[in-house]
Structure formats: C-alpha cells, structure tokens
C-alpha cells in the first residue's frame, strides 16, 4: 500500500490526514508521522501499515485522555469508560490509563477526597457522597478513608428545612416531600426525623 499525500487539517488539534493509494483515507496525530516514519509515496508492507494504525490508536487514546484529565480529575475507571464511550479501542484505553498511572497522573485515592470534599460543601449526607464515589468509579477499598472525617451535617439539614418551610409547621404531606427530599440528598431517616424534631422544637419556643 502506498501513502499518497499527508494533508495538515486544520484545527487546534494538529491532526493530520492520510491519503493512500486504495483510497483508503486515515486521520493521524503529528506524533504517529514521525513515530512510523511516514512519508507522501512511501510504501508499506501489511506489518507497516498493522504498526501504523496501532500507533493511530495510541495517539487518540493518549490526546483524548490527555483533555480529559486536564479538564478534571477522574478515576481511573471513569477514564477508561470514558474514553471507550467516546469511541477509542478498548484495549488502547486501558492501556493509556496504566500508561498515565506510571507517569503519576492519575490518583484514585485524590479523587475521592475531591468527591466528599464537594459534597459537604453541597451540604449532602454520607450516603450520597457514597453515590457519587460509585459514579466515580472510585473503588470501594478507598471510601472507608475518603468517608472517615466527614463532618456532622446537622446544620446542613437544619438550613435546607428552613429555606423550604421558611418558619411555617409542615404538615404531614410536606414532612413526606421533605423527607424524600433529603433522603435523595444522602441522609438517613434517623437524621432526618432527628431534625424535623428539632425544627418543630424550635417553633414551639419561639411561639412560647
């Protein structure tokens, strides 16, 4: 098979396309040209051109995972969905993310702190956080230590009730829809009844 012509598309990607003599047409990163020595009329052999489109598939895999973790942090599960979700070959993205765990970049235990962090400052409970790490893709021998500090959150659900029933008594149908409410945003029924309680007891004295 003959490459015909190398065509730079443009874009902030820097790819570029290949032109072979089948028609047969491939877009590649810069890195895949000098990695394979290519070059326009350049004649490859079947174990040439099998090399070149493994190296295709290494180079999207790196770039895209490359954005991806530039962007935010990910675990490394999630990064590998991710980029199969996005269309790179399975087995290149499992091997990209090893290939970036070597270099340190990706740090599952990070990432899970990250997570609680933002959820206390959601105002959620422990079990929601647990949702979000599972999300994650985080596994679960690192919840025990990201979930050991979370704070108490009593002032949380205590502010969410009053931003919902603004001084008034709930009734029973409100007591349900918040209840449901928090229970979504990751507390138990204990803590939750807890602070009804503890709402109502409030009104109570102020009435007094």
């Not at 990432?111 to 999300?135: F, H, I, N, S, T």
């Not at 409100?174 to 029924?189: E, V």
Request: aromatic share 6%.
């Amino acid at each position: 098979m003959r490459l015909d012509s190398l065509t730079p598309i443009p874009g902030p990607t820097g790819r570029i396309k290949l032109q072979f003599d089948s028609g047969l047409t491939m877009k590649v990163y810069p890195e895949v040209i000098s990695d394979c020595a290519l070059y326009a009329g350049k004649e490859l052999t079947e174990e040439e051109f099998s090399a070149l489109q493994e190296a295709a598939r290494r180079a999207s895999a790196r770039q895209r995972a490359v954005r991806i973790v530039s962007a935010s942090a990910v675990s490394e599960r999630e990064l590998q969905r991710r980029l199969v979700r996005k269309g790179e070959d399975p087995e290149e993205a499992r091997k990209t993310v090893g290939w970036l765990k070597d270099l340190n970049v990706l740090d599952d235990s990070q990432v899970a702190r990250d997570v609680v962090r933002k959820c206390v400052a959601k105002g959620y409970g422990p079990g929601r956080a647990r949702q979000e790490l599972y999300a994650k893709g985080v596994p679960r021998e690192l919840w025990e230590d990201a979930l050991a500090d979370y704070p108490d959150m009593g002032e949380a659900i205590d502010a969410f009730l009053q931003s919902r029933l603004r001084g008034d008594k709930p009734d029973q149908k409100q007591i349900q829809q918040l209840t449901g409410a928090l229970s979504r945003r990751g507390y138990g029924y204990d803590e939750i009844r807890t602070a009804l309680r503890r709402y109502t007891d409030a009104l109570e004295e102020d009435y007094q």
